[in-house]
């Protein structure tokens, strides 16, 4: 990738040789001022605050540049801070705005600006947008149903042209207005060139809300494609006065960057950028997590101790017991009378004595109305125009030094105790935000977000043998500005095994894979019968062929495992596979934590139950781990196309013991033959 400039220091990534510099378009950050600059239709001609800037200069910084924008109308500087990494086909952009008034100035809109997206040599792009060759990949999310990628044309996205005017100007929008910043888009987009062979990504940073827009201008003579990215917005809750001297610096971070090649080498960049970036260590110990598919939050000594047990001996090297250890959520003290003997610490020394470290669940947001009482402090919680944000489970004001102070006390007590592993929940979200301290509810949103990772941060920095988990209702707030804070991310709240493929299969382009939390639940309590607490005998038959098992631990296998399920009740056969899992696992984790996804089949819906395969490949493409899914109900071949990667072997390396099942390996496809339904097997491919 390279970076261009021309004369007025406008400034494009490209992956070719210099262009004339006086092609270049536009500024490279978006700015709106005062209610009346950007008060047209959506999507009209452009008369924003911006297109009033000249560009002042350019200085080197200590990890890329800064380029200085004036305004002379409004008297204020506009700044694109930008950090360039070494190594990586990639940028990051901070905006910074300056008012230089003797009068106070709004923000309306304040981001980045990406132009020459898909330039294609001067000539029109306008068939380009329907045609196919260029692709916009967008991620859908939602509860139990993460990860779902969509691949459109910019015209099936809403970018097409209608005139031949030179001011008209084509636009579609992508944002998100909460702090769950993923529950219904991921804040990426991927922009595949198929002419050119080139694919462009975008992503925003940060537990807050955000906006695309991608736009073409000059109607059917439009030469590219352009990229407005934010998220600070009037249209999101957003707005700021500005008074003399004061600055303004966007809480969001905007990466971009340009690679050769399709969507696989886009994810690639993006994931070496997320490993050189992280604040916290990534991936960790191998955890066993008693919730899903396995206590439901219904906590006894009587559950914990067999499967703390068989834990311990499959290999486990975390064990975390979910909710249900507390008296309350919110105050967080230990529930000792629902353990008997011993109490909570009973059990937490119960897990150390076998070999592991000891985790709880927690929910630091959550701020119950009787802990003013407790505390006698009245700033403890979110409110937006004088009413409580979420008021039957009303969430935290992370500003208040009182919370703080209570929370870490509480955090400091268990780790007495022995805990060293948090998995910390985000149940329900503060919607556009808080004007508890009188900004606009989208700027409370940004500070309260920055206060709750600093608090987080603080806790890594006093404890750093804590690790810290960040499930966000199982991925609801998984952004990379908040999931850089923690080591492991829950990927989805999914119950279902075979449903689960589509989700940690698209979760893999969205995070480091030693990062994404892949529920692995082979003997599964479901949520019907989690208060008898067994698994009906009608039920077991399911699993007596040993597939179930399999298939959960080759869904774990390409990325931060994360163990659940009734082991204690599992016969002997199906503990062997899982032990065997583990394992292995344990064995292929340094290949994981260095290794980049790949989607030889694409990404698949959820709801199609299609054959899938995905992988990890390493640096140099010399190693493939592949997993391939049989998702139906029926035994079906399933034929993997590799030629991209040319390997020379393919190795079944997990179930030892074959089964019903075999494959072959010729001129780069693989064939396996799925006897039954609702198969998986794990492969390891060489040159």
Aim: charged fraction near 25%; aromatic fraction near 12%.
């Amino acid at each position: 990738m390279n970076i261009h400039f021309n004369e007025a220091e406008e400034f494009i990534l490209t992956t070719e040789e210099p262009r004339k510099p006086e092609l270049f378009g536009f500024m490279n950050a978006c700015l709106t001022l005062d209610s009346g600059n950007d008060a047209e239709l959506f999507g009209a001609a452009v008369t924003s605050s911006s297109h009033l800037m000249v560009a002042q200069g350019r200085e080197q910084t200590a990890d890329g540049f800064k380029v200085c924008y004036r305004c002379a109308e409004k008297k204020v500087d506009l700044y694109a801070d930008v950090t360039v990494y070494e190594g990586i086909s990639a940028v990051s952009q901070k905006a910074i705005l300056k008012n230089c008034d003797e009068i106070p100035v709004r923000i309306n809109q304040i981001g980045a600006n990406v132009n020459e997206v898909c330039y294609d040599g001067g000539d029109s792009i306008a068939k380009r947008l329907s045609d196919g060759s260029i692709l916009l990949h967008f991620c859908q999310t939602k509860w139990q149903g993460e990860g779902q990628w969509n691949a459109v044309t910019p015209a099936d996205f809403g970018v097409y042209t209608t005139t031949t005017h030179p001011w008209e100007r084509t636009v579609a929008r992508l944002d998100s207005a909460s702090s769950w910043s993923t529950s219904a888009y991921y804040p990426l987009l991927i922009i595949e060139d198929k002419k050119k062979n080139e694919c462009w990504f975008f992503e925003i940073e940060g537990g807050q809300s955000w906006f695309f827009e991608v736009y073409a201008c000059s109607g059917h003579n439009t030469r590219f494609l352009s990229i407005k990215m934010g998220g600070a917005d009037e249209r999101l809750a957003f707005s700021k006065v500005l008074a003399t001297g004061e600055e303004y610096t966007t809480a969001s971070s905007f990466v971009y960057g340009v690679v050769k090649g399709g969507f696989d080498e886009a994810v690639k960049e993006l994931t070496k950028y997320k490993r050189k970036t992280t604040v916290a260590p990534n991936g960790c110990p191998l955890v066993f997590n008693d919730y899903m598919n396995c206590n439901w939050a219904c906590e006894s000594r009587e559950r914990l101790i067999g499967l703390i047990d068989r834990a311990a001996e499959a290999g486990a090297e975390i064990f975390c017991i979910d909710d249900g250890w507390q008296t309350e959520q919110g105050l967080w003290f230990p529930d000792d009378k629902k353990f008997s003997d011993g109490g909570v610490q009973g059990i937490l020394d119960r897990i150390r004595s076998k070999g592991m470290k000891a985790g709880v669940w927690f929910e630091f947001e959550m701020t119950p109305v009787k802990l003013k009482d407790l505390l006698g402090a009245d700033d403890l919680f979110l409110f937006r125009d004088g009413s409580l944000v979420a008021p039957w489970r009303p969430l935290g004001n992370f500003r208040s030094q009182a919370l703080l102070k209570y929370l870490n006390e509480r955090v400091d007590a268990l780790y007495a105790m022995g805990v060293r592993f948090i998995k910390n929940d985000h149940n329900n979200n503060e919607s556009v935000g808080t004007t508890i301290y009188g900004e606009s509810a989208g700027e409370g949103l940004e500070k309260n977000a920055a206060a709750f990772l600093a608090f987080i941060d603080g806790l890594r920095e006093r404890y750093p043998d804590l690790v810290i988990e960040n499930c966000g209702s199982g991925a609801m707030r998984s952004d990379w500005g908040t999931l850089k804070h923690f080591s492991v991310q829950s990927t989805s709240d999914q119950e279902d095994y075979v449903t689960y493929v589509s989700v940690l299969t698209g979760s893999l382009a969205l995070m480091p894979p030693e990062k994404a939390g892949i529920w692995v639940y082979p003997y599964p309590l479901d949520f019907d019968d989690r208060e008898i607490g067994v698994i009906p005998p009608e039920k077991l038959p399911a699993n007596a062929d040993g597939e179930r098992t399999v298939f959960n631990m080759v869904n774990g296998m390409l990325g931060a495992a994360y163990l659940s399920g009734r082991l204690d009740q599992m016969d002997e056969k199906n503990y062997a596979l899982f032990k065997e899992g583990v394992t292995l696992y344990k064995s292929l984790y340094p290949f994981i934590c260095s290794a980049y996804p790949v989607f030889p089949t694409g990404r698949k819906k959820m709801y199609r139950y299609e054959d899938n395969a995905a992988g990890l490949l390493d640096e140099n493409g010399e190693n493939l781990l592949l997993a391939v899914w049989n998702l139906s109900d029926e035994a079906r071949e399933v034929a993997v196309d590799l030629k991209k990667y040319a390997m020379t072997s393919a190795e079944l390396i997990y179930p030892s013991e074959i089964g019903d099942f075999s494959h072959e390996y010729e001129k780069n496809v693989l064939v396996c033959r799925f006897e039954k339904g609702k198969q998986a097997r794990l492969f390891k491919l060489k040159k």
